[in-house]
Each structure stands twice: as structure tokens, then as C-alpha cells.
């Protein structure tokens, strides 16, 4: 039986940021990275240059074998590639693709998965986005071991970690990130001596977690409370963020926060979506009687400005904007 800590011959697959502290982890824990596979090139920037993404900088500086093919399921020289290294396991960690079944066949011990959630809760693209845009109170990483279906493999190894109430998706996926990367390694040693046994998920308490689309950074201010639109900007960071309309014109909103009732409303009821003005501070009036401070804006074809600098130009008088309306 293998002993922990045995030197094992891996194929590491991701793409993003996010795999990067494990690609890290498993180099230095002494692992023979036989071949890095990523996605390929893609065009980044304003210029849309073309860039490696950050595995394939990574491997390359350190000297690793890589690939990026374009398509995996039915590529046969890949397949033969992967075939002649003959690996003890393939990691996979936010690679961007779906596995094929020869490819989940190949190693011994497995392909096995970094998943940023608790699984079986938020199966599927952006676990880490859906926990902090639903204000969830935890979340965490899983190892599991790959099958054909989207994230419902047997459970190796689980960590749990708080979510700030003011933690943004952008700050809890550098810190998944770097904690998920020493659970591989403990799920690989685990794996290689008989420590770890896989655990089937209970699939009944399954949640999907689905690719962001544009329209799920648009601001619903009469569907939803202030605490529901600050959770989903929280979530949403970068891409898609959180933002309305005025005047027909489209609104980013770069900066928010749930407040109490402003002052400037006086005896006045507010309706979902209207404009508040007290003392140079912006806010809008959302469901369930809740208010949002809007405190850094960007109107369509302008700079970011704070709420201050953006009311001087707007026109907009102070207290309650009887023809101002968001949304």
C-alpha cells in the first residue's frame, strides 16, 4: 500500500486565478506535475490581446509540459498523450471543460476535483458567486472525485469557511483558493493510502449554481429588499455588479449599502424604485420599506464619481424626487 506523502504522478487541468494556488501546493509538496492542460489563449483587455491564461503563465515559468487544446472529448493525439503518461491521478481545478469518460477512466486513484461549495449545495459554474448573492452565512471547499455527472461525485475531503456579512465573491474566492489548495494535497495522500474513502452525496439536497448572465446584475428594486440587493452586488463582483436605469440611461452602481429611512422623506410614502436626496447622500427606496444608500455611481457615458459629485450633475433636488425613479 502506498505510504502518505508518496511522490505521485499527476495531470494538472485549470484555467483561471483560482487553480493557481494548487498548482502551487502540488509542486511543492513534491509531486511529479507530468503535463499542465489549460484553455487556450483568449483575448483579454480594451485591445483584446491575446494572453495566456494564469495556470498556463504559471507552467510555463516553472518549466512544466503543457497543452491547451480547444476541445478535449474526441481529440485522439491528446487522448494518446494523456494515455502514454499513464498518471496516478488528474486534478481538476476550474479547468472550464467537461471531463470525458476516457479521460475519467485513465488514473488509478481518479480525476480529482476542487469544488468552491459544500456539496452537494451549488452544483455548477459559480458556487462561490450564488452563496454571497443569497447572503449565506458559510461555505467552503470540497474534493471530490469526478464523474460524468455536473458535480455530483463522492465526497473526499470538506473545509467550512464564514462569509463576511460584508465579504465580496472577489475576497472569498482568493481566500477558497488558497485554502483549497493543501485539501488537495491531504485528499491526494489520503487517497494514495487508503485514508480517505469517497462518500456519496446526498443528492436530494442538491442546489445549482448556474453561470452568471448579465440580467442578474439588473437592480429589482419592487422584487427585492435593500439586504437582497446589497447580498447580490456582494456576489456579483466583478461581473455582473449591480445596475438600474435612469432616464433611460444606464446606471452602474460601483458602491452600495442598506440604510435606515432618510430624513428628507418626511411624511411622504415612498415607492419601490424612488429617489431620495438628504444631505448630498443618495438612496433609493426598495421592498419590504427597506432603503439602499447609493454611494458610488457611474451614469452611461460618464466616469465613476461618488453620490456627492454625481447629484450636483444631475439635477436632482434634495428630498423625496417625486419624478425621479430608478429601475
Known sequence: MSQPGQR??????????????????LRAAGHEIALVVSQP???????????????MQIALRAGFAAVQPEKIRN????????????????????????????????????????????????????PIQWAVANGDAFTGNTTMLLEEGLDTGPI?????????????????????????APLIVKTLDGLANGSIQPQPQNHEFATFAPLLTRDDGRMDFAGRAAHELYNRWRGFQPWPGAFTAL??????????????????????????????VDDQRLFVACAENTWLELIEVQIEGRKRMPAAEFLRGAGIAAGLAAHVRLG
Open 8 to 25: 505521485l504522478k499527476l495531470i494538472f487541468c485549470g484555467t483561471p486565478q483560482f487553480a493557481v494556488p494548487t498548482l502551487e501546493a
Open 41 to 55: 489563449d483568449r483575448p483579454v483587455g480594451r485591445r483584446q490581446q491575446l494572453t495566456a491564461p494564469p495556470v
Open 75 to 126: 481529440h485522439a493525439e491528446f487522448r494518446a498523450q494523456l494515455e502514454a503518461i499513464a498518471p496516478d491521478a488528474i486534478v481538476v481545478v476550474a479547468y472550464g471543460r467537461i471531463i470525458p469518460p476516457w479521460m475519467l477512466r485513465l488514473p488509478r486513484l481518479g480525476c480529482i476535483n476542487l469544488h468552491a461549495s459544500l456539496l452537494p449545495k451549488y452544483r455548477g459554474a459559480a
Open 156 to 180: 473526499l475531503l470538506q473545509q467550512t469557511r464564514e462569509i463576511g456579512p460584508d465579504e465580496t465573491a472577489v475576497e472569498l474566492l482568493d481566500d477558497l483558493a488558497r485554502g483549497g
Open 247 to 276: 432616464d433611460g440611461k444606464k446606471l452602474i452602481v460601483h458602491r452600495l449599502a442598506p440604510a435606515a429611512e432618510p430624513a428628507a422623506t418626511g411624511d411622504s410614502v415612498a415607492s419601490c424604485g424612488q429617489v431620495c
